[in-house]
């Protein structure tokens, strides 16, 4: 980043999976800024575990809240969900 350029804006994006119903992950809430805070602090006092990914998020902001991913998305998001998974198991990562 230059030193004259603005600070990146903060993004977040959740995703719900259920397996019984979701033919795939779903997001659930996604924003920018202000709203992203709000994301992320609503996800730390559900104890949802978060993960950061400047990239992914970057992709999955682009998708329209209430649709499932992507099929190009689903490796990249299996990984994260097992990694989350595994830490909400206490298997560390």
Known sequence: MRP????????????????????????TASGQGRIADIIIQRAQEAGIT????????GLLGKIPVGESIPVPLYKAVAEVLAYVYRVNRGLGP
Do not use: F, G, N
């Not at 350029?5 to 992950?25: G, M």
């Not at 978060?50 to 998020?57: F, G, M, P, Q, T």
């Open 4 to 27: 004259d350029s603005p600070p990146p804006t903060r993004q977040a994006v959740a995703l719900r999976y259920r397996k019984s119903s979701d033919i795939a992950p779903r997001i």
């Open 50 to 57: 978060l993960i950061e990914d400047a990239d992914l998020v």
